[in-house]
């Protein structure tokens, strides 16, 4: 189908002036992956690009896979991620409850009315007959299905099983599917009725399955647009069979494809690196993540950059430029998108006070126990100067306290300075304590005392690094003083003339 028909039929459903609701509707039976986040994004960006409403729903009716804590978890996520709902379980609305396990009386009154219908039956098989039905399928080489047996019982039949309480679940008759046009796929058509035996909308345990809850769900919480995985898809006729059954006006639905690996496999659940909260514990920022997941798909009018804010991404979304192409992650490129995050913030005077008091804590986390004689205190000047510095160096904010890294916060070891002439360190001393602290003027100075000290510039170098970081390779020296300023780094040229002055140590005094 072409763009300009969905564009027309788009039109349609805006002129007849209905507001646009969308919903995401997890399962609380794990983390929230990326997956999901960009579900969720697309609605939220479909919702206020159209200045509708974006909703959370809560699919807990598996209650055997729910798994504690979940639901509060996903709330998080969402918050962390900038994506808020204008209703749901924490922000409330006039079409809860937002819990479907809340709506359970819901769903059994609706099964009654198809029922009443005549598009829904009970089935009384047994677990043991169907069981038999996919064993015999399988012999002949067919696809097993339930062979609708139940469908053709008389009513008496039905009044007779109902009465003597035998076990039973409600089947929906499947008919003829109707095509019908993706927002993003186009024209549809997947007629189940031939493929399938008729499913099970609510359980023999009184709760409803997906097919029937999200159809019920979507019409009473008004959802104008389902905007959803492409592993929906093939459910999408039937519920649209379901809709029409009740009598109810279908929303529009359209499928977003798949997320894929950079190497082009299947994004799965189970690798638990990738869920949202496993990312955030990484030190990922969420405005570097939210612009990674939707930059590796489709969906804009203009290429968005690295950092692009939740009002420029809801500026810019064209819901009808989704494509249908699968969407790699390119994972390598994550850590660049996090690096330009922090490069943002730490160049804003409102989000760089915030970054000094994080590192603050985790110099304090890593370092609070070593000796602290050896630990610089980390005053908010020179964090912010070695944020500055440090941007190219590091992807994440924790990089700060990793060992390549280690020598900005702990002074170097006895051990590293062993082989340092003192009458160096002291011409050193004197000589830093005439110049000025530009990176022009240090070099210059080192230069001449170099040739004072009749040693090459390079091994002077080497030595000073030592004496700075403790490191025998390693950023620019003049460089590392720039950071440590004047008093930083005399600091450390005294202390190292202080551990290495054979007078200083007892030991050998005493020999
Ligand atoms: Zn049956």
Redesign the pocket.
């Known amino acids: 189908m072409s763009v300009s028909k969905v564009v027309l039929r788009f039109c349609r459903c805006y002129s007849s002036g209905s507001r646009v609701r969308v919903r995401f509707a997890p399962s609380p039976t794990g983390l929230l992956h990326l997956g999901g986040l960009r579900t969720a994004l697309y609605n939220f960006l479909f919702a206020h690009s159209k200045k509708g409403v974006f909703i959370l729903r809560i699919e807990d009716t598996d209650q055997s896979r729910l798994v504690p804590g979940a639901t509060q978890q996903l709330i998080d996520d969402l918050e962390w991620a900038g994506v808020h709902p204008d209703e749901g379980p924490t922000s409330g609305g006039d079409h809860g409850p937002y819990f479907q396990s809340e709506r359970i009386h819901i769903y059994r009154e609706e099964v009654e009315k198809l029922i009443k219908r005549n598009a829904a039956y009970y089935?009384?098989?047994t677990e043991n007959?169907l069981e038999l039905l996919r064993k015999d399928a399988l012999r002949n080489r067919k696809v097993p299905k339930?062979d609708n047996?139940?469908r053709h019982l008389s009513s008496d039949e039905v009044k007779a099983k109902l009465a003597s309480g035998l076990s039973k679940c409600v089947?929906f008759k499947l008919v003829p599917s109707e095509p019908y046009t993706d927002i993003v796929y186009g024209r549809i058509n997947h007629d189940v009725h031939d493929i399938e035996g008729d499913p099970i909308i609510l359980k023999t345990d009184g709760w409803p399955t997906y097919h029937l809850a999200n159809v019920v769900d979507d019409h009473m919480m008004d959802i104008s647009h389902v905007i959803r995985g492409v592993e929906w898809m093939p459910s999408t006729n039937k519920h649209l069979m379901i809709y029409k059954a009740f009598g109810y006006e279908p929303p529009m639905f359209g499928h977003i494809p798949l997320l894929l690996n950079s190497d082009g496999t299947k994004f799965s659940k189970r690798q638990g690196d990738l869920s949202i909260k496993a990312l955030r514990q990484e030190g990922i920022l969420p405005r570097a993540l939210v612009n990674f997941v939707l930059q590796a798909g489709s969906g804009f009018d203009a290429q968005v950059n690295n950092t692009s804010s939740m009002e420029d991404l809801i500026s810019s979304f064209q819901i009808d430029k989704i494509s249908t192409n699968s969407c790699r992650l390119p994972f390598t490129k994550l850590p660049d998108f996090n690096r330009s995050e922090l490069a943002r913030r730490v160049s804003d005077p409102n989000y760089l006070k915030q970054l000094v008091t994080e590192v603050q804590t985790l110099v304090a986390d890593k370092f609070g126990e070593t000796n602290d004689a050896d630990v610089v205190v980390p005053d908010e000047t020179y964090v912010s100067t070695v944020l500055h510095w440090c941007l190219p160096r590091i992807t994440k904010l924790s990089d700060l306290v990793s060992d390549n890294l280690k020598f900005l916060w702990v002074m170097p070891k006895a051990s590293s300075l062993s082989d340092i002439d003192p009458g160096l360190l002291e011409a050193l001393e004197m000589k830093l304590e005439k110049s000025s602290f530009d990176q022009k003027s240090l070099v210059s100075s080192m230069k001449s005392l170099a040739s004072e000290q009749q040693i090459s510039y390079k091994n002077l170098m080497h030595i000073l690094r030592k004496v700075l970081s403790g490191l025998e390779t390693g950023p620019g020296v003049a460089e590392m003083m720039m950071v440590f300023r004047k008093d930083l780094s005399l600091e450390r040229i005294r202390r190292a003339k202080m551990l290495i002055a054979p007078t200083e140590n007892p030991q050998k005094a005493r020999e």
């Open positions: 089935c009384f098989c007959r339930y047996h139940c089947r």
